[in-house]
């Protein structure tokens, strides 16, 4: 089977388990968004291995494939190219790069971090928006095909000149009498990787069109998730590229007809950097404060089941170790939003739920938006705009005690019903608010820690 697998709300969903799962049965692992803003750590070999831009599924033995809506850190990639092979893998002749893909350059980074948008927007200082920039102006990007062609060196002049305002202005040129030195300086170290990418290169298009033709299955893969996604997200504060199922055709290239639209619905939401977040429990000033690994101690969660929303969302925070894998930040956490899960099925046509981590639930009481209010106006659509939208929560209130090891495993091996009756309770008000069917309950981060049988059956039912 096909599938195309994005995220639901803002990212960090648990998608490389997900990805994991699925990828088992595929022969192609495809990215089609983003850049190494993304990050996850996975487990191969018994060795730890961090990637931020090579498909996970290399480490599976499957082909790899980084497609043309990709910005692409060619130091990035050789540092998980280092990761991969040191966990025992080949890269040679299992991975396609391609060439219309664009290339992130330091200045893309210097100015990031030291742009406005990275401040106001949170940005992960990787210089997907200057690169994004450059490339929507047609005429002062770099593409991996100007990377590895002849006249790379007169492009990043060419290229530097016609920039030369900014990067003076950012000091990362000195003046214009540098201008050439600076780019020839760029030139040098990125023709080197130019020079070890080479074999690499492709045209996704076609290499993909025609696997498919021969019946070869894959897993397109998309970075970040659909409320960052730059035309349907959370605008301005979203990345730079299309994370929906939509895009990963429009960008690869590939029939969505032959592709199931698996979405991963987190069983709460979470967002890092900043930006309008209706459920969010607590603030972001405070999340900034906290430390990964900091307990609650006995009376702070005493409060939190209460009714104490701060400790209730640094409590979710911690359990569910919302800490970035790119840039270590605390992520902000809320209660599940039925509004903004209906927007996302709509925009990537979701045939699937998977959803994630509701282990982390456990034993705290929540609730779920079912519609959005302002100045005594109420819609179930989600607001283009969220400035001023309270979230109106349903009159459910849900809750299940912590699950045991053996309890966890029974429901692997007997399926949906053997969920706690609360858990379940909460996942068919989603599949009814979504009209959604879920396939998937992870409960649990290993990948065997995950509920398949019978919850597509069960949660058609509903
Ligand atoms: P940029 O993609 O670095 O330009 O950042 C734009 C926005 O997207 C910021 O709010 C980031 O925090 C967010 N973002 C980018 N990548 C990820 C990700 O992988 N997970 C979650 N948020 C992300």
């Known amino acids: 089977m096909n599938a195309v697998v994005v995220g639901a709300y803002w990212g960090d969903e648990g998608k490389g388990k997900i990805v994991d799962l699925l990828a088992a049965d595929s022969d192609w692992v495809v990215r089609f968004n983003g850049g190494d803003n993304a990050g996850h750590t996975i487990v191969a070999n018994g060795k730890e291995v961090v990637l931020h831009v090579v498909p996970a599924g290399i480490v599976q033995g499957k082909n790899v494939a980084i497609g043309p809506d990709i910005f692409f850190n060619p130091k990035t990639f050789f540092s998980d190219c280092e990761a991969v092979t040191k966990a025992g893998f080949r890269l040679k002749g299992r991975m396609l790069i391609d060439e219309r893909a664009h290339v992130i350059m330091p200045y893309h980074i210097a100015l990031d971090a030291g742009g406005e948008a990275s401040g106001k927007l949170g940005t992960t200082k990787r210089g997907i928006g200057p690169a994004a920039k450059d490339k929507a102006s047609r005429t002062e990007d770099i593409t991996i095909h100007d990377m590895a062609g002849s006249v790379f060196k007169e492009r990043l002049r060419a290229v530097a000149a016609a920039k030369a305002n900014e990067l003076i202005t950012a000091k990362i ?57 730059i035309v349907h997200g959370t605008r301005p504060h979203v990345t730079s590229s299309n994370c929906t199922a939509g895009g990963a055709a429009a960008n690869l290239g590939v029939d969505l007809r032959k592709f199931k639209v698996v979405a991963i619905a987190k069983a709460y939401p979470t967002r890092v950097g900043e930006g309008e977040f209706p459920t969010e429990l607590g603030s972001y000033e405070e999340a900034k404060k906290e430390k990964k690994g900091e307990q609650l101690t006995a009376a702070e969660k005493k409060k939190a089941v209460d009714g104490d929303l701060k400790l209730l969302g640094k409590w979710i925070r911690q ?95 007997n399926g949906y019903d053997a969920l706690p009756e609360g858990m379940k309770e909460y996942i068919k008000d989603l599949v009814a608010a979504t009209n959604t069917p879920a396939s998937m309950v992870s409960i649990g981060p290993e990948r065997e820690m995950t509920v398949v049988k019978d919850v597509l059956k069960r949660t058609k039912e509903y």
């Open 173 to 229: 040129v000195e003046k214009a009498s540098d201008l050439n030195r600076y780019a020839d300086a760029v030139y040098a170290e990125y023709s080197a990787y130019a020079g070890r990418l080479k074999q690499y290169i492709g045209s996704c298009a076609y290499t993909l069109n025609e696997e498919l033709a021969k019946g070869r299955t894959m897993l397109l893969e998309g970075a970040q998730a659909t409320l960052l996604d």
């Open 319 to 413: 359990d569910g170790k919302e800490f970035g894998a790119t840039t270590g930040r605390p992520r902000r956490t809320g209660f599940p939003d039925f509004v903004a899960l209906r927007y996302s099925a709509m925009i990537n046509s979701v045939d699937e739920w998977a959803i994630t981590k509701i282990d982390v639930l456990s034993g705290k009481p929540f609730k779920a938006a079912v519609a959005y209010e302002k100045e005594g106006k109420k819609t179930t659509r989600f607001p283009f705009r969220l400035e001023g939208w309270k979230p109106v929560y349903g009159s459910k209130e849900y809750f299940w005690q912590q699950m045991s090891e053996g309890e966890k495993l029974a429901a692997v091996k």
